[in-house]
């Protein structure tokens, strides 16, 4: 058998700890330029076929535009500044609010989990709110901090609260008991051994739950600007609605959808770098 | 026989377990015995024999119910800083290099980093793992993580080494590659050595004297002193010496298996 020029597999049999998958799969390149094109050949595919249908069944503009009408609206959109005037004021809420809630999630989730006193005092309370549909309370706090900014970050803020505090608490708690039975033979304080093992054990708890609240912020404002807002894409979406002006709405959707992937990808590149020891797939996905 | 220069000594150690039903299960029986300084002692025995509730005894991670433990003439109170352990499973934390492993207990115990760093990497060449000081457990195959865990225990210099199953979950060629290896380290290092196995020749390869454990209850029934001249090689395991202590403590077992004492409820501790 020869040895090495390309054989990944005869090396693996030496190594049983490098994992196959981890390694190319040992396809030929013109295959393997192949595969990478999947993905944007079934977009282009995509595009067509949207067109296509809606010059073959004739279906009205204003129900669903075509790709080209999309673009137009998307391009005069970013031309005119009035979409990335949008954009920024989501963005923004968007970002200020998970950061927000996510910091006193954690803070919160370290207190219960370390104090039993917290626990006791908080934990019932914050289990019950967690019942309450969130969204459902965003017209409240439109009234309670007006139309502007601060009413969608604390909306942003209070959806991403939950996911953070319960993780924190679960990933301190699920420290691996021969750890801490390491620590205590070693003769660690509780101190050492909470910095220096237990909450680098709840790390990949805490970046799955980061990865959940970011998805939550990005419903929990545009919630927040369609109840009342005076911008932000959001509002822009419900405005162009009124108008019945699709193409513009799909615009703003795409935009939004771009915006929501971008910063997921984000906080998995994070995570994926701080916690590096573990593959982030293994650890619990989000709703 | 009580000398002070003992560097361990049980003295009619106990530990009875409370179950959940109010019962009682004796996991230790009235264990005395001396081990000097230096000695590898091997202890032996089924599961349930006690003999992982003695080790966790030792260590100071529990407390007898009766009896008492020296270790260098001071009873055990705790765990203590002159003790390394080896776990079954290397308990690596996975965020640390091999290194950064290693230099956990000098970390903890606020000990001199420059003077044990040097140590530590001495003794990472020592077991082999020189190359691989920066590498991340997930890096390394079972056999390596373990002599990883063996630096861990050795880094701060402790006067005893206990060792609790610690090849267990290798394959029984690395195994008993990694046994040669200790005695190597054993006799660069001048440990006083505990090491828990429920394997007889490993046992006795290892041993200067091994301790034979019995279940139900948890007791010591035999102390085979082994004279195989050192240094031992995995030849020696093929000898009739050999073949005729693992044969007494192979007979230990089945003469010891049929007398349960009263009071002794059966468990799986």
New interface residues.
């Given amino acids: 058998m020869a040895v090495g020029t390309r054989g990944e597999g005869s090396q693996q049999a030496l ?3 490098v994992l196959p998958v981890a390694r190319s799969r040992g396809y030929p390149a013109p295959g393997r330029i192949l595969t990478w094109l999947y993905t944007p050949i079934a977009l282009v595919v995509g595009i067509a076929v949207w067109q296509l249908a809606i010059s073959i069944f004739n279906v009205p503009n204003y129900l669903v535009p075509t790709p080209g009408h999309v673009w137009d609206a998307l391009r005069d959109g970013i031309s005119s500044g009035v979409l990335v005037h949008h954009t920024i004021v989501t963005a923004r809420e968007i970002v200020v609010g998970y950061a927000t809630g996510s910091a006193v999630g954690i803070a919160l989730g370290f207190l219960i989990a370390q104090y039993r006193v917290a626990e006791r005092m908080i934990y019932p309370y914050v289990i019950a709110l967690n019942a309450v549909p969130k969204v459902a309370i965003a017209p409240l706090l439109v009234v309670w901090f007006g139309v502007g900014l601060t009413s969608k970050v604390i909306i942003a803020a209070t959806v991403s609260f939950f996911p953070l505090l319960v993780n924190v608490i679960v990933g301190l708690r699920s420290t ?1 008991s ?2 801490l ?8 304080s509780g101190w ?1 051994t909470f910095y ?2 237990k909450i ?1 054990n709840a790390l990949p708890m805490v970046f799955a739950g980061l990865e959940v609240a970011i998805v939550l912020s990005v419903v929990g404002v545009i919630v927040g600007e369609f109840v009342a807002a005076q911008e932000g894409l959001g509002y822009y979406i419900s405005e162009m609605n009124a108008l019945v002006n699709t193409p513009g709405m799909f615009a703003a959707l795409l935009i939004l959808s771009v915006m929501g992937f971008v910063m997921s990808q984000i906080v998995k590149l994070v995570a994926r770098k701080v916690v ?3 593959q982030m797939d293994d650890i619990v996905e989000g709703p | 026989m009580t000398a002070p220069s003992d560097m361990i000594e049980l003295r009619n150690v106990s530990k009875t377990y409370r179950t959940k039903r109010g019962g009682d299960v004796v996991a230790l029986q009235n264990v005395s015995v001396n081990m000097e300084d230096g000695e590898f002692i091997t202890v032996v025995g089924p599961s349930g024999c006690g003999k992982s509730t003695l080790l966790n005894m030792l ?3 529990l407390t007898p119910s009766s009896g008492e433990i020296l270790l260098q003439g001071t009873p055990v109170k ?4 002159d ?1 390394g ?1 080896v ?1 079954q ?1 290397p ?1 690596l ?3 640390r290099t091999v290194f950064q492993n290693t230099m ?2 000098v ?3 606020h000990r001199e980093r420059k003077v044990y760093a040097n140590r530590a990497h001495q003794l990472i060449d020592l077991v082999g793992l020189g190359g691989f000081a920066d590498k ?6 079972g056999g390596m993580q373990q002599r990883a865990a063996i630096v861990r225990a050795l880094v701060h210099d402790p006067a005893i080494l206990l060792m609790d199953e610690p090849f267990g979950a290798l394959d029984a060629m690395t195994r008993e590659q990694m046994n040669v290896e200790l005695l190597r380290i054993w006799r660069d290092s001048r440990k006083t050595v505990v090491f828990i196995t429920h394997s007889i020749p490993e046992a006795v390869f290892l041993a200067d004297r091994c301790l034979v454990f019995c279940p139900r209850p948890g007791r010591l029934v035999d102390i085979v002193d082994v004279e195989l001249p050192r240094p031992r090689d995995l030849p020696v395991m093929n000898t009739p010496e050999f073949g005729r202590y693992v044969q007494r403590i192979r007979s230990a077992f089945i003469e010891n298996e049929e007398a349960p004492s009263e009071g002794a409820l059966v468990s799986n501790l």
């Fill in positions: 190594d049983p700890h691996d021969d750890q039975r390491l620590m205590r033979s070693l003769t660690a050492q220096m093992v680098r590096f020891w573990k | 260590a100071g991670l705790g765990p203590r800083r003790v352990i776990f499973s308990v934390l996975p965020w956990l207990p970390q903890v115990q991340y457990p997930f890096e390394l195959s």
